[in-house]
């Protein structure tokens, strides 16, 4: 009857498809509980970027799909099967050929799977869907809470990993680094290239757009340059840890920005924030204004950076978060002037993989138990999403 009950919500999802209400009935699917205690070994399908002649350099490079986040033999060990796939994309790969029959899947923000509505209708026993990493918006979260199913997220896992990242990049594009660098790969030697807009960081105002783990972070890592700090968020910062930080609150964004001299985005993904950079908020901007974006790349509206870019509105941008994720080979991003993109990299570092593998790990023991997971972890549970993506 269990099992009845969550291909008839799939069904609801499919038909639906992205529209359906965001507190959908938990009812609807199979308790995460109940089912994880059934009986029998679990199907686990984890899908993770391809580590090819890398995968052996690193004992620790538990990230990629050959080492599988390190939890191989100890899944199988107890009765559980793990399929183990890079192969996520298109009607034939090798996911889909496993998401009928898998009770969890484990994907991460940096090799996507993008789970929607028509593959939950699809993934008759799915009850898991776990984020190895920070960041769930590849799922169609609503639909998942519409299905009955349990989203969750190692939280906290690569906080500092992309704070730091964020910190390389600012100076990076404010120092004017990538100039001099090509040239001393080139051969060349041009100071005044770089000189002519190379700027110390301290005195300039730099804002975070999100103060969540992460905003915090890179306030505090900051404040040690004498910079001005100010950040925007739906929450206000308690007054003790505020003061600590040394930063201002913003209530309005759009009143922030123009007194930014640096801008570091980092909110989640969420039908409001998607494309809340445009072409007209970007040019409320300062003039000279530098962009560093480790959050999601659809926050921005991708032509609108460009643009700027070109015109030297933005002075630069930097990031490795893209839209579409891989980003195609023709991506402006990739040739638009005083950029520092990459490939989405700042939460994967070794120190960020081995935390993230824990934290699947232990999820997934509490999963097999019938036990909680930590609070903050659940992005969907019983139907409901978490507050950063309401």
Request: glycine share 10%.
């Amino acid at each position: 009857m269990a099992v009845m009950m969550r291909r008839a919500a799939r069904q609801v999802v499919s038909a639906l498809g992205p529209h359906v209400l965001r507190d959908a009935p938990a009812a609807a699917g199979r308790s995460l509980h109940a089912a994880s205690s059934a009986g029998g070994g679990k199907k686990i399908v984890g899908v993770f970027y391809k580590g090819g002649e890398y995968a052996d350099r690193n004992p620790d490079f538990v990230g990629c799909a050959e080492h599988a986040l390190g939890i191989r033999a100890w899944l199988e060990s107890q009765g559980h099967q793990y399929i183990v796939t890079h192969d996520k994309d298109g009607p034939n790969c090798e996911l889909e050929k496993h998401l009928a029959d898998a009770h969890v899947l484990i994907t991460t923000p940096f090799h996507p799977a993008y789970v929607a509505a028509d593959r939950i209708a699809r993934a008759g026993n799915l009850e898991l869907l776990l984020t190895a990493g920070i960041g769930s918006d590849h799922v169609d979260l609503t639909a998942a809470a519409a299905a009955g199913l349990t989203v969750a997220e190692v939280t906290g896992s690569n906080t500092v990993s992309v704070a730091e990242d964020q910190v390389m990049r600012v100076l990076v594009l404010a120092r004017n680094f990538l100039q001099g660098h090509h040239q001393a790969a080139a051969g060349e030697w041009d100071v005044a290239a770089v000189a002519h807009r190379a700027y110390d960081l301290q005195g300039k105002t730099v804002g975070t757009v999100g103060a969540g783990r992460i905003g915090r972070l890179l306030l505090q890592r900051l404040k040690p340059f004498g910079c001005g700090l100010l950040y925007h968020d739906r929450l206000r910062i308690e007054p003790g840890v505020e003061a600590e930080l040394g930063a201002g609150f913003e209530a309005d964004l759009d009143a922030m920005l123009p007194k930014c001299d640096v801008v570091v985005i980092n909110m989640p993904l969420t039908d409001k924030t998607r494309g809340l950079f445009d072409k007209e908020r970007i040019a409320r901007m300062k003039r000279g204004v530098i962009i560093v974006n480790n959050a999601r790349g659809a926050i921005m509206d991708t032509q609108a950076v460009a643009d700027a870019c070109a015109t030297g509105h933005i002075a630069g941008y930097g990031g490795d978060v893209w839209h579409p994720q891989p980003a195609p080979k023709d991506h402006p991003w990739r040739y638009m002037p005083n950029n520092a993109m990459t490939p989405h990299i700042s939460g994967t570092t070794i120190d960020g993989q081995l935390r993230y593998a824990a934290g699947v790990k232990d999820m997934l023991e509490r999963y097999f138990k019938g036990q909680d997971f930590p609070a903050e972890n659940y992005i969907v549970k019983e139907g409901k999403l978490a507050g950063q993506y309401q």
